[in-house]
């Protein structure tokens, strides 16, 4: 079986990939490498797939790469999904996300290939509110809050249409936040660790009250895989760790075991450099997901624990700073857009 990858050079994608190529399959990688694509990610993979630059708007290009590589599945992770950025550019996330999938189903239906694995968010369904005791289920309404979110929730959307109107073999995968080695700089957990070492302030939005629920991108990756090997056509999956926590919560502890592995120079506490500021505008305060359906349907269920998996993830970008700064020499890091709001 073949499997093509959209996004393969991303964080999540590039998981998958890995994971994917040690069950067997073959792999074919579509990525545009924006800003946050990287072949450094699946360098040392690049000799066992089949890699295209690609944009997933790009309907001829698309439906050359599929005549010519025969793929069987589909895994669409291609898109753009920075919530802070979605609110200054929202145009370029409603092109991606809901244009650039409606092409990529266009030419998979057309194609008939055999599964098409859309990979959505935990933020389709807006947030919990503040004391409201909630999870979500793959039945409840969807309720986008952002421009990112909206443009997901049309992709997610888009999917089931494709799967009730032309009969396309769709599964459609919510993931909570993931984390782990080799996310982009932009996203909360690595610019806590990043700004940290930087001897930077780290901006924390509100008072740190807002709660997610995070899930280590290994385990993330082996849910997509067993969706594919053991999931039911038509249906939805949530794939999420079982805990939350507040963000001010997660960046202390990111901080107080930096004070343990890596300390500052001058002896005090990374703890200091926490900086509250404006909210953003919009902030969902939590999101929860009942990811029961998974573990019983997919025979699924995380494995690293958010502790070890902090650590894990610490431990990565203390070893691969030069990775981070070889980035921000040539694109640029750390687009404060807390400073725009």
């Not at 969807?142 to 032309?166: A, C, V």
């Not at 794939?239 to 107080?256: E, F, M, Q, R």
């Not at 349907?297 to 030069?322: A, D, H, M, Q, R």
Request: one cysteine or more.
């Amino acid at each position: 079986m073949k499997i093509l990858v959209t996004g393969g050079a991303g964080f999540i994608g590039s998981h998958f990939t890995r994971l994917a190529l040690k069950r067997g399959y073959k792999v074919v990688i579509i990525d545009k490498l924006t800003y946050a694509g990287d072949l450094k990610r699946i360098k040392d993979i690049l000799n066992d797939i089949s890699f295209y630059k690609c944009d997933i708007l790009n309907k001829e290009f698309l439906e050359h790469i599929f005549e010519k590589e025969k793929v069987n599945i589909v895994v669409h992770f291609a898109a753009e999904s920075h919530v802070d950025k979605s609110i200054i550019e929202p145009d370029l996330f409603l092109k991606t996300n809901v244009l650039g999938t409606h092409t990529l189903l266009e030419v998979s239906k057309n194609k008939k290939i055999e599964l098409f694995v859309n990979i959505s968010t935990d933020e389709v369904y807006g947030d919990i509110k503040k004391k409201e005791n909630k999870v979500f289920k793959e039945t409840d309404p969807l309720r986008p809050s952002s421009p990112y979110s909206l443009s997901k929730t049309s992709q997610d959307l888009l999917g089931q249409s494709y799967y009730r109107t032309y009969k396309m073999p769709i599964i459609t995968i919510r993931p909570s936040n993931n984390y782990g080695p080799w996310q982009y700089p932009e996203k909360f957990i690595p610019v806590v660790i990043l700004k940290a070492i930087k001897g930077e302030k780290i901006p924390i939005y509100g008072k740190g009250e807002n709660e997610r629920e995070w899930l280590y991108v290994e385990d993330c990756a082996q849910g997509i895989l067993n969706a594919i090997e053991k999931g039911k056509i038509g249906e939805i999956y949530n794939l999420g760790s079982g805990k939350t926590y507040k963000n001010i919560d997660v960046a202390k502890y990111i901080l107080s075991y930096l004070d343990k592995i890596y300390p500052r120079k001058d002896g005090k506490s990374y703890l200091k450099q926490i900086s509250f500021v404006k909210d953003r505008p919009g902030h969902d305060f939590k999101y929860f997901l009942d990811s029961s359906k998974a573990r019983k349907n997919l025979n699924w269920e995380p494995k690293v624990s958010f502790e070890e998996g902090i650590k894990k993830t610490i431990t990565w970008y203390i070893n691969n700073i030069s990775w981070v700064e070889d980035l921000e020499r040539k694109r640029g890091l750390f687009n404060d857009y807390w400073k725009i709001y």
